[in-house]
């Protein structure tokens, strides 16, 4: 299988973590959003949608959304239930990254960190900022609540690709200028995954590097 990326994407960290985790090796192709290679018709053959990560099967089958590619590669592990109320929450905990968590968080990112054509007094960027405080505000009451119930995973009593999913624009707030001290369970919980056995980093054995912004 090969994975359609660029080395900054947090959508794309995602699925590298992932498969670290559970050893799977995946083939990648690195692309890169300055050079435009996104927007080029031989990237949109792949994904008419325009954004990586991309999931090539071996038998040529394309998956993209960051969200399906988990689901399909953690097929037959712990990280995708087989009890139907466990993939429920799991479902609950993807859908609030994608609607509530990740968009506010990776703006702020791309815009102030990696692009820096805004300032985060600028009037978008202001107005993505509580959303970005309310989500991680939203996260560390479901880590408590999951605590007081002696889990220490956002769905189910082991590690999930909803926690895998929620780990990469977490881990970069700072690049949004937004601090994790605030959020004590957050921060335990980041620690625990990067405890994990396979844990990876954004840049391949480098974890000082997971607020980096080069794109080599
Ligand atoms: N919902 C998608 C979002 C993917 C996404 O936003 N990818 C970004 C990189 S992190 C991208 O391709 N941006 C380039 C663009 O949108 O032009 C997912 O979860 O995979």
Redesign the pocket.
């Known amino acids: 299988m090969r994975l359609i990326d660029?080395q900054r994407?947090?959508?794309?960290w995602k699925v590298r973590l992932l498969a670290r985790l559970l050893g799977v090796t995946l083939e990648r192709t690195t692309l890169s959003?300055d050079a435009g290679d996104?927007?080029k018709t031989e990237f949109l053959e792949r994904n008419p949608l325009?954004?990586?990560?991309v999931l090539e099967l071996d038998d040529g089958r394309r998956l993209?959304?960051?969200?399906a590619?988990l689901r399909y590669l953690a097929e037959g592990s712990e990280f995708w239930p087989s009890d139907s109320w466990c993939q429920a929450e799991v479902l609950t905990w993807l859908s609030f990254e994608?609607a509530q968590h990740?968009r506010p968080l990776?703006q702020l990112r791309l815009h102030l960190s990696l692009k820096h054509d805004r300032q985060s007094s600028d009037a978008d960027m202001a107005a993505l900022r509580p959303e970005a405080l309310h989500a991680l505000q939203q996260l560390e009451a479901r880590l408590t609540a999951q605590e007081r119930v002696g889990t220490s995973w956002v769905a189910a009593d082991v590690p999930t690709i909803a926690d895998v999913a929620l780990y990469p624009y977490t881990r970069m707030a700072p690049m949004a200028q937004i601090e994790l001290d605030v959020y004590p369970a957050v921060q335990t919980w980041l620690a625990r995954i990067e405890a994990l056995p396979g844990y990876a980093p954004l840049y391949p054995g480098r974890p000082d590097m997971n607020y980096a912004t080069t794109e080599i």
């Open positions: 660029t994407s947090g959508n794309a959003i996104l927007r325009g954004q990586i990560p993209y959304e960051s969200m590619i994608q990740m990776a």
